[in-house]
């Protein structure tokens, strides 16, 4: 870690943390952490007339792992739509070549967050089969640093022992698969319904049965919830609901967020839900077809708002060429049959699927166009902006490199009316949303907490990411945004978040002016559980490896040198 000194004078802080609303004050820097002062031999940035932020956490998005890898072998295409490769800065700074779009290589990933000043990104489901090679990816991938959400909600194990109610031994698989796997927290992607897709079949409401393992995607959910409280872990459960992408997939949604009522948490590390209800946009749909496909973004969101326990993201759709990968193996074919571009599917045994198709959201479509309506409506609707956090459910509904636009478009009415203005369809999208009808414009302060404080604290990391308080991490972005003097041009909004005026990770100035200086000082974040040994789960596993896997049971963890420079977040569990 650096024991450089730096000090940034006279920026307009915008920090939730400390109720910082565009305050004029210094922020110094040492040892890789925010401190209260510094020794007046301390490098000194200038920030009059800036905007200094924390470092931006990304809570979900998909950016390491077998999908992810068979989509750039699957779209050589892809490369081309990022234009010329950068490899200038190969011979200035030490920089890889960089290469990609929408699933952009390893070193285009990291140099493209840290240019927009992000500082974590999760990655959102992780085969725990393939989990040494996710972690070599991470390690791989420069500056930012990540996390892995495993995914159980069609695991073998787990709806084997929720089939018969056993909370208790749920809660011990998921302990010892967090262990192995040096994963960060739940994830439920489709439940039950990536299983069923082994015979051809999908789970469509909270009811239907899964083939063979005779539960629900209720009771997996409820299940779901009730073990990750009984562990107390830093993150809620990270669900992706059934019904994905279908017209009147609304009401399910909301069914499905009512299973976190009167489910209480137990964590020591400030979280307050129970529940983080992924690419909301996927899953506010009303209409019985694509003919009347309509916006019920205000109806999830009436809901949201009164539900305390949860949080979610938006999953922007950004009127992009794209690449869809899902564990929602059902719906990635679902897509495939209405475009009928290429598709790839991946069975992971015992533990998930998944699959792979290309889309371009045209903004002469449309549906596209009711879509990219929904995302920015339920920012809009939202009353309390720690609980809803910035996604594209990259690259799902566009890559993460439009963060930015979509903050425009967040911040400014003009540049959204802009957008509708340009669809082929205006009237009928007009006619299946409400987004003309909305003057609210978000604040600096609002798309901090939306990109910075609430998914930090979401993720129970609120003591070490999204803030600018002494003993926070020194992960620190200045935007040539004058707090005080916004542009009226909204462009320079998405300018100023494109390329940081600076970015300093983990104490060290890693951007400059939009370029690149360093590979930074990257951890990958998992959590540890300490639980009393529960020997019918190890016995169980122990029998599952012998006649089921692939594998040996022994060659199944990631080996800590796949990882290395870590931070764990150690979780006990009282017997």
Not at 202 to 224: A, H, K, M
Not at 450 to 458: L, N, Q
Request: negative net charge; proline residues 5%.
């Amino acid at each position: 870690m650096t024991s450089g000194e730096i000090i940034i004078k006279g920026g307009f802080v915008v920090d939730p943390t400390r109720k910082m609303e565009g305050d004029i004050t210094d922020i110094a820097i040492k040892d890789g952490k925010i401190v209260d002062k510094v020794s007046s031999s301390a490098k000194v940035i200038d920030a009059k007339g800036k905007t200094v932020m924390a470092g931006g956490v990304d809570v979900h998005a998909h950016v390491a792992g077998p999908k992810v890898n068979v989509g750039r072998l699957f779209r050589p295409e892809d490369k081309l739509l990022s234009g010329v490769c950068r490899s200038a800065m190969a011979q200035k700074n030490g920089a890889r070549m960089e290469s990609g779009f929408s699933i952009p290589s390893t070193f285009k990933t990291g140099y493209d967050y840290a240019r927009m000043g992000y500082a974590f990104v999760m990655e959102a489901a992780m085969p725990p089969l393939y989990s040494p090679h996710i972690h070599e990816e991470i390690h791989d991938t420069p500056i930012i640093d990540e996390g892995a959400l495993p995914v159980f909600g069609n695991n073998w194990f787990v709806m084997d022992y929720l089939k018969k109610g056993e909370i208790e031994n749920t809660a011990a698989y998921i302990a010892w698969l967090l262990n192995v796997t040096k994963g960060f927290g739940v994830k439920c992607v489709n439940p039950g319904g990536t299983a069923a897709w082994g015979w051809g079949l999908n789970c469509l409401s909270l009811d239907d049965v899964v083939p063979y393992f005779d539960t629900t995607p209720r009771e997996i959910i409820t299940g779901l919830l009730k073990a990750n409280e009984y562990l107390g872990l830093p993150h809620s459960m990270h669900i992706h609901q059934n019904n994905l992408g279908n017209p009147g997939n609304y009401q399910l949604t909301i069914d499905s967020l009512k299973l976190a009522e009167g489910i209480k948490t137990k964590n020591k590390f400030g979280r307050e839900q129970v529940m983080h209800s992924t690419h909301l946009q996927f899953h506010s749909y009303g209409g019985t077809g694509w003919g009347d496909f309509e916006s019920k973004a205000k109806e999830v969101m009436d809901y949201v708002n009164k539900n305390k326990a949860i949080t979610v993201d938006t999953g922007n759709v950004t009127l992009d060429e794209t690449t869809t990968m899902t564990a929602d193996g059902p719906f990635e074919h679902h897509l495939h049959s209405l475009n009928h571009l290429k598709w790839v599917n991946v069975d992971v045994e015992m533990e998930t699927a998944a699959g792979v198709v290309p889309y371009v959201y045209d903004p002469n479509i449309k549906v596209c166009d009711i879509q990219w309506a929904i995302g920015l409506e339920l920012a809009l609707y939202a009353k309390d902006m720690n609980r809803i956090f910035l996604t594209t459910d990259h690259p799902n509904a566009g890559p993460f490199t439009r963060y930015p636009r979509v903050i425009k478009w967040l911040m400014s009415k003009k540049a959204r009316e802009a957008v509708l203005d340009s669809f082929k369809h205006k009237d009928k999208v007009i006619d299946a949303t409400t987004l003309h009808t909305i003057d609210r414009e978000l604040t600096l302060y609002e798309i901090a907490q939306m990109t910075r404080s609430g998914p930090a604290k979401c993720l129970g990391m609120s003591n070490i990411y999204g803030g600018l308080a002494p003993g926070m991490n020194a992960d620190v972005g200045i935007f040539d945004l004058n707090y005080k003097n916004m542009p009226s041009d909204p462009e320079k909004i998405e300018k100023a978040f494109q390329r940081a005026a600076c970015f300093i990770k983990s104490g060290e100035i890693v951007v400059k002016d939009g370029e690149v200086l360093s590979r930074g000082h990257k951890k990958t974040v998992w959590v540890h559980v300490n639980m009393p040994e529960n020997l019918q789960v190890k016995r169980d596993i122990t029998q599952s490896f012998t006649k089921d896997y692939t594998v040996s049971l022994v060659n199944y963890p990631v080996r800590d040198y796949l990882a290395p420079h870590p931070f764990v977040l150690e979780v006990d569990v009282e017997a």
